[in-house]
């Protein structure tokens, strides 16, 4: 079974507007942490934000935010007002502390933001 | 500044042929790895090592093969047993965690194309 799940391929979103990609995990582990990506068209990986498992709120950084919904296994990124620089992919990632250290990988979103 | 340095950024492979790339960090980071990824895929582990002169295999070592005889460096050989080794190769490292909280950092990659 997938662990990590990224049900959206592909989403076109006009400049501006707030978008958010989702992502699913499954796991039995209580102690997890839940990472996301970006990888632009130049093909490194840039890290975003991270949730911790225990952690009370929900994770903020500038534009992007983590929705985090613990009892229904879900972590969606929130970009806001988007920009033409956010096209890029985006992986959602996880890991358990009984992972040997590392990280579970969804398939990835490509963003492509509309001028 | 630490960081991680992939070479080449692109490098081109006869039929038959190994082919070595390079993977070098700074960050003392203990462990490191090794990840394939196909147009438009997500990540897919090759091998990994979280201590010098140790390594595992990931989810598809074969026709790969590394080494880690210091801690700054692991390398990634191809050899002419990967039948299809066109791809987009990336090199990450973390540190060994003591919780969930570290994500991984990344090389800006190798381009590999069979010619």
């Known amino acids: 079974a997938q662990k990590i799940t990224q049900t959206q391929p592909g989403m076109f979103v006009q400049e501006k507007e707030a978008v958010t990609l989702d992502c699913t995990y499954d796991?039995?582990?209580?102690?997890?942490?839940l990472f996301w990506y970006k990888q632009p068209s130049s093909g490194e990986m840039i890290f975003l934000i991270y949730q911790g498992s225990y952690d009370q709120q929900n994770a903020t950084e500038g534009r992007y935010s983590l929705n985090f919904q613990k009892a229904r296994k879900s972590a969606n990124l929130v970009i806001s007002a988007s920009q033409l620089g956010d096209s890029a992919m985006y992986f959602c990632?996880?890991?358990?502390?009984?992972?040997?250290?590392?990280?579970?990988w969804g398939a990835g979103t490509k963003l492509i933001i509309k001028p | 500044d630490g960081g991680i340095t992939q070479s080449p950024k692109y490098l081109f492979r006869k039929e038959g042929q190994n082919v070595t790339l390079s993977c070098e960090q700074n960050l003392n980071h203990d462990a490191m790895y090794w990840y394939r990824q196909d147009p438009g895929q997500g990540l897919r582990l090759i091998y990994y090592?979280?201590?010098?002169?140790?390594?595992q295999k990931g989810d598809i070592a074969e026709g790969y093969s590394v080494s880690r005889e210091k801690k700054e460096s692991f390398p990634l050989t191809v050899t002419s047993a990967q039948k299809n080794p066109t791809a987009f190769y990336l090199c990450?490292?973390?540190?060994?965690?003591?919780?969930?909280?570290?994500?991984?950092?990344f090389g800006s990659g190798t381009r590999l194309t069979v010619v």
């Open positions: 090592s979280q201590i010098v002169n140790d390594f």
């Open positions: 796991t039995s582990d209580p102690s997890y942490g």
């Open positions: 990450a490292s973390s540190l060994i965690p003591q919780g969930t909280g570290y994500g991984y950092t």
């Open positions: 990632a996880m890991r358990e502390m009984d992972s040997n250290y590392q990280l579970i």
